[in-house]
């Protein structure tokens, strides 16, 4: 069965209520009717000002529905919470966070066709080298199974 989410995982519900992570429901609900009074689309005339107050409203109440719902709120805090690990790991390991480039990389400068050429070259020897190793492998594995095999039957008849 296909469980689909309630919430967008990328959007921080608690910064957009302006609320701690460890904010109480009424806290929630205080934080969300006050800033619904300041966002709510009816209070602005210029179409511009509408529209944006418009979104903003939509994003309050999702953030409301997310965190008010104590069942919705704990899958929120468990994806959120797995995503930060993942992300923090993901930093530990390349050095930069994700989506951001290293920007202590030198730039790239585009390949010639040579270069793509003798680069293509190498990694289908690589690749050969590779598949190489594994056959072998696979072979003294299948070696080693067998004479053990023969050492046990003829253990087995000198024995018997």
């Not at 790991?89 to 066709?113: D, E, K, M, V, W």
């Amino acid at each position: 069965m296909s469980q689909t989410r309630k919430f967008d995982p990328s959007i921080n519900y608690y910064e957009v209520l302006d609320v701690p992570y460890t904010a109480s429901k009424t806290e929630i609900t205080r934080s969300y009717r006050k800033l619904m009074r300041t966002a709510h689309p009816d209070r602005f005339t210029d179409e511009l000002q509408r529209g944006k107050a418009e979104e903003r409203a939509k994003l309050l109440n999702a953030a409301y529905a997310v965190l008010s719902h104590p069942d919705t709120r704990r899958d929120y805090d468990a994806t959120v919470r797995n995503r930060l690990i993942n992300d923090a790991i993901f930093q530990r390991y390349t050095g930069n966070s994700p989506g951001q480039s290293n920007p202590n990389a030198p730039r790239q400068r585009p390949l010639s066709p040579e270069m793509k050429q003798e680069q293509r070259r190498a990694q289908r020897s690589a690749l050969t080298h590779f598949l190489l190793f594994i056959v072998l492998f696979v072979g003294a594995l299948i070696l080693i199974l067998v004479v053990g095999s023969l050492f046990v039957e003829l253990g087995g008849a000198l024995l018997g």
